[in-house]
């Protein structure tokens, strides 16, 4: 008959049966390409081609861009000279222009100072002269006024007016009285 030591090795031998069909069939399915571990193995081996094809391509277009870069620094490291000449340039004719702008300028200023001042001493001559002859006329007007006044009138003929007998005398304002010119003194060497 059975001992029992045949019995519990009987036992033992059925669990192990059943524990080596649960570990093939776990192993089968870890080794399945489709939905387990070795799908997941597949995927993350095309992934890391993949990651090393696009590291590959990143590299070679950074080298490149790096190689333009540093060609383009070049050129700018180059171009520095000249554009810091014509920068010096630049100011430096930009303020000899000022300067004999601002001395045209002022000698404009002055020659226009100059120009009023003259005109202003022909304005009072011109007044001065036709006060003068205004005065000396004045005699020979009264008498022509007398005698027109005196002289019988023709029948028929028209009625003289009492106006003034016109002349041709302009009638010039007098200057303004003057002030202190502020650019008199700036032209003469002053401020």
């Known amino acids: ?19 080596c069909a649960v570990l093939s069939r776990r192993l089968r399915r ?8 070795g799908a997941a193995v597949v995927a993350m081996t095309k992934a890391a081609g993949s990651v090393r094809q696009e590291t590959t391509t990143l ?14 620094l070049g050129r700018i490291d180059a171009c520095e000279p000249k554009v810091d000449l014509l920068l010096e340039t630049m ?21 226009v100072t100059l120009l009023a001042a003259d005109m202003r001493v022909l304005i009072e001559l011109m007044n001065e002269q036709v006060l003068k002859n205004a005065q000396d006329d004045e005699p020979e007007r009264q008498a022509r006024t007398r005698s027109a006044r005196s002289a019988p009138v023709p029948a028929g003929s028209p009625v003289p007016s009492r106006a003034a007998p016109a002349d041709n005398v302009v009638r010039v304002a007098p200057a303004a009285p003057s002030r202190p010119n502020p650019f008199a003194r700036r032209a003469a060497g002053g401020e």
Do not use: P, V
Not at 1 to 19: G, P, Q, R
């Open 30 to 37: 870890l080794h399945d390409l489709k939905h387990g571990l």
């Open 59 to 72: 590299t070679a277009k950074t080298a490149g861009a790096a190689e333009r870069l540093e060609r383009l």
């Open 1 to 19: 008959m059975i001992s029992l030591l045949d019995a519990a090795l009987l036992c033992l031998s059925l669990f192990t049966a059943i524990y």
């Open 91 to 111: 100011d430096r004719q930009a303020r000899e222009t000022w300067r004999e702008n601002r001395a045209r300028i002022e000698a404009t200023r002055t020659e």
